[in-house]
């Protein structure tokens, strides 16, 4: 039984809705609001319940995504074993980042493809959940450091080395190659930032 029949039989059409659309994404099928309710098995209108237009639908996949991701990067953190360095940990949340993109291009696409429109509260919430991830990890393992710009120089990293994963431009078939390019730039950069890199 698939994500969206379990949370339909469960009685959370919402829920059933978001996860069609999902599947539907990530399939590669055309995708519209009529082809969500025929995947969950539901009447052409019911999407329309909790969905006022495409765009709507849009935003509630994105939110679920960055939900999603956020906990896949707590994961990552509570993986660390003890003892483990910056370049271990940032490098595992970096793997974890690009994973993600490559389990569900489409939606990490639809994520970040547009801006957050303010009006959305609960998109702009889940955002802001998924960046204090990292802040929250660099103010741990970095006390009194520049977290804010150090986050961005770190995501835009990781969302580069996804995107040139998502375009063919690494190649992204074999993942252990993914990860070991990962934590290689990861600790290249921290490496550079210590000092341990010759000018």
């Given amino acids: 039984m698939s994500t969206f029949e379990k ?11 978001l ?7 990530e399939s590669g099928e055309p995708f519209s609001m009529r082809a969500v309710a025929r995947r969950a098995g539901v009447s052409q209108t019911a999407p329309y319940r909790h969905f006022a237009d495409r765009n709507a639908l849009d935003g509630a996949v994105a939110v679920a995504g960055f ?4 906990s896949d990067l707590t994961d990552a953190l509570d993986a660390a ?16 980042y690009v994973f993600f993109a490559l389990r569900r291009p489409t939606e990490f696409r639809i994520m970040f493809g547009n801006e957050c429109d303010d009006a959305d509260a609960e998109r702009v919430l889940a955002a802001q959940r998924l960046n204090a991830v990292l802040d929250d990890a660099l103010a741990d393992l970095f006390p009194g450091a520049d977290v804010p710009h150090l986050s961005t120089a770190l995501w835009g990293m990781a969302h580069g080395l996804a995107f040139l994963h998502l375009d063919g431009k690494m190649r992204p078939e074999n993942l252990d190659e993914v990860e070991a390019r990962v934590r290689a730039a990861v600790a290249a950069v921290l490496a550079m930032n210590a000092g341990e890199v010759a000018p």
């Fill in 19 to 25: 996860a069609a659309a999902i599947e539907l994404l």
């Fill in 81 to 96: 074993p003890p003892g483990a360095t910056p370049a271990d940990i940032l490098g595992g949340l970096g793997v974890a």
């Fill in 67 to 70: 939900r999603d991701l956020a």
């Fill in 7 to 17: 949370s339909y039989h469960h009685g959370d059409l919402r829920a059933a809705l």
